[in-house]
């Protein structure tokens, strides 16, 4: 089995995001690795009325940060080596978020959590997984929700 000593998380504080966060921190713990967290901020998401309201935005900014923050404290708990990147840039997708954080930071895997959607749920709702699987620059790893 390959070793992966730099493994990327996306984590959104759902219950399956925490799966996959519980899973990536074995795989660290085991493989005596570090893992950085990150988590986008989807400005689109909070969109009023075509206009970003400054409040709005600094709420989305405070609950990405204790996302991270929750998942530090998942990792001191593990004894695993960890930071965090909140990223905000707008107008991009999350899979090329992803994707970009993990190339800069040479990650050897991805690993993320996600619904299983398929066919119409997946089509109507978009699935970040699928993009981020699509453009990712190394190995991925899928966690499945319950």
Same mark, same amino acid.
């Given at each position: 089995?390959?070793?992966?000593?730099?493994?990327?998380?996306?984590?959104?504080?759902?219950?399956?995001?925490?799966?996959?966060?519980?899973?990536?921190?074995?795989?660290a713990?085991?493989?005596?690795?570090?893992?950085?967290?990150v988590?986008?901020?989807?400005?689109?998401?909070?969109?009023?009325?075509?206009?970003?309201?400054?409040e709005?935005?600094?709420?989305a900014?405070?609950?990405?940060?204790?996302?991270?923050?929750?998942?530090?404290? $998942?990792a001191? &708990? %593990?004894?695993?080596? #960890? =930071?965090?990147?909140?990223?905000? +840039?707008? !107008?991009? /997708?999350?899979?090329?978020?992803? $994707?970009?954080? &993990? %190339?800069?930071?040479? #990650? =050897?895997?991805?690993?993320?959590? +996600?619904? !299983?959607? /398929?066919?119409?749920?997946?089509v109507?709702?978009?699935?970040g997984a699928?993009?981020?699987?699509?453009?990712?620059?190394?190995?991925?790893?899928?966690?499945?929700?319950?």
């Amino acid at each position: 089995m390959p070793q992966f000593k730099k493994i990327l998380v996306p984590v959104d504080g759902s219950s399956t995001s925490n799966k996959a966060l519980d899973y990536a921190l074995q795989m660290a713990k085991d493989g005596h690795s570090q893992v950085r967290f990150v988590h986008a901020i989807d400005e689109l998401g909070y969109l009023s009325s075509y206009e970003y309201s400054g409040e709005l935005m600094a709420t989305a900014h405070k609950h990405g940060t204790e996302i991270l923050q929750a998942a530090v404290l $998942a990792a001191q &708990a %593990a004894n695993v080596p #960890a =930071d965090t990147r909140l990223i905000d +840039t707008p !107008g991009q /997708r999350l899979g090329q978020t992803v $994707a970009d954080e &993990a %190339a800069s930071w040479n #990650a =050897d895997l991805i690993v993320l959590g +996600t619904h !299983g959607r /398929r066919g119409v749920g997946r089509v109507l709702l978009g699935s970040g997984a699928e993009q981020i699987i699509r453009m990712a620059p190394t190995a991925v790893l899928t966690v499945r929700s319950d």
